[in-house]
């Protein structure tokens, strides 16, 4: 296939369907820090099939369409995820019928050194009704590609976080094989496994996923919060603004304005911001 970006735009993204299961929705809450203390009842209620509540953040694993980047002729060794936006209808129900039906939105070609993103939407819905569940728009950054040409209309961009102090800090610790769990949600790129991958995508060893350390930012906001773990996400919103290693810290900064919060994560041990430029809504 020729790459350009009328051909990217046109791409037909596989639908996808899905069946959450209980184990599902546990091993994710496992995987983005849920049940780190065992004997928390407000985090049980994630890891514990009796009462289980399903986390914020469990639609983005859900009725996936697989890695079709690839099948429309990007470098997609150097393919990483830029940004990230879920929009949340209702929880993730169990086991029901789920769809997603996916569509490219924009290709912003930066030029042939500078690489291009694509934004894509994913829409979730049950197959019974068609009743929404969750509305995904995600970024990726195509660093080996570029020159192709423009096309579609990008999401606007995420605005800054605010310059004055934040209202609130939380530090999550991740696991040293925090991407080895993770990856068990369905998201196999070897990038996050192989150190023979990472290094031919430009890393010294495998990095985390994006969308774990996004995932961990869902569970922090909420437990910085409220502890008692009772109020949710409509929506949330961030830019992977650097990589992220298993093992590492993560210090999330919070600014409060009634029900939105501005955030970002920042890695102080290496002096760098690993998410920014994001934004959370309360339910």
Same mark, same amino acid.
């Given at each position: ?20 299961? #209980? ?13 780190? *203390?065992?004997?928390?009842? *407000? ?11 399903? #986390?914020?953040?469990?639609? *983005? ?74 509305? &995904? ?13 423009? #096309? ?32 068990? *949600? ?20 495998? &990095? ?11 569970? #922090? ?9 009772? &109020? ?33 994560? &920042? ?17």
């Amino acid at each position: 296939m020729t790459l350009s970006a009328q051909s990217i735009l046109d791409f037909p993204v596989p639908q996808a369907t899905h069946v959450v299961t #209980a184990r599902d929705a546990i091993l994710y809450a496992l995987s983005v820090g849920y049940g780190t *203390n065992p004997l928390d009842e *407000n985090l049980l209620n994630y890891v514990y099939e009796r009462d289980l509540v399903t #986390a914020p953040t469990l639609a *983005n694993v859900v009725a996936h369409p697989g890695p079709w980047m690839q099948q429309t002729g990007v470098y997609w060794a150097r393919l990483v995820h830029s940004e990230h936006r879920l929009t949340i209808h209702r929880p993730v129900p169990l086991d029901v019928p789920l769809i997603s039906r996916s569509r490219v939105l924009s290709v912003v070609d930066r030029g042939l050194e500078k690489g291009m993103f694509v934004s894509f939407e994913r829409m979730i819905a049950t197959v019974e009704g068609d009743e929404p569940i969750a509305t &995904i728009v995600q970024t990726n950054a195509c660093r080996g590609d570029g020159g192709c040409g423009s #096309a579609g209309t990008a999401p606007e961009p995420l605005s800054k976080v605010p310059d004055d102090e934040p209202d609130f800090e939380f530090n999550v610790d991740l696991p040293d094989n925090a991407a080895l769990l993770y990856r068990l *949600n369905g998201d196999l790129n070897p990038l996050h496994a192989d150190p023979q991958a990472a290094g031919r995508s430009g890393f010294d060893r495998p &990095i985390l996923h994006g969308l774990c350390s996004f995932g961990y930012a869902g569970y #922090a906001i909420i437990a910085a919060i409220d502890p008692g773990m009772k &109020i949710g996400l409509r929506a949330i919103a961030a830019r992977f603004s650097a990589p992220i290693f298993p093992g590492e810290t993560i210090t999330l900064q919070m600014w409060r304005n009634d029900a939105e919060i501005r955030f970002r994560g &920042i890695v102080a041990s290496r002096g760098v911001t690993i998410l920014d430029n994001g934004m959370a809504r309360l339910s």
